[in-house]
């Protein structure tokens, strides 16, 4: 079965930089993007920033300039490199990646969450 494995979370000091990694596996069917979210305690869940397998990139327009989303070489793993954390980053962070075999018939899947703690 499909599996989304989160890590790279941790508490980290405002100013300093954290790199995610998410990696998919369990499946040979197409990833057609991958992605990452956030979630806060009582915020919704919102997105950070999405990614194609030609590396096209897409942020969310409040989150420009501090946030890097990659693919690894095998395309299967994504990455997500924050710079400048700030308090406010504090949240719970999401990989999903929509997988099947063709667009139509391809779902999203979610990681478990890896936790990023800004606090000084």
């Known amino acids: 079965q499909v599996q989304l494995v989160e890590s790279g979370g941790g508490l980290v000091q405002p100013g300093e930089s954290l790199r995610l990694s998410c990696a998919a596996s369990?499946?040979?069917?197409?990833?057609?993007?991958m992605g990452w979210y956030r979630q806060s305690p009582g915020n919704q869940r919102e997105p950070v920033a999405t990614i194609t397998p030609d590396g096209i990139a897409t942020y969310a327009d409040s989150l420009t300039g501090r946030f890097t989303i990659s693919l690894g070489h095998a395309k299967r793993t994504v990455y997500l490199q924050i710079h400048e954390l700030k308090p406010e980053d504090t949240a719970t962070y999401y990989c999903?990646?929509?997988?099947?075999?063709?667009?139509?018939?391809?779902?999203?899947?979610w990681g478990q969450g890896t936790q990023v703690t800004v606090s000084a």
């Open positions: 369990g499946t040979d069917l197409r990833i057609f993007n």
């Open positions: 999903k990646a929509r997988i099947g075999l063709t667009t139509l018939t391809a779902r999203g899947y």
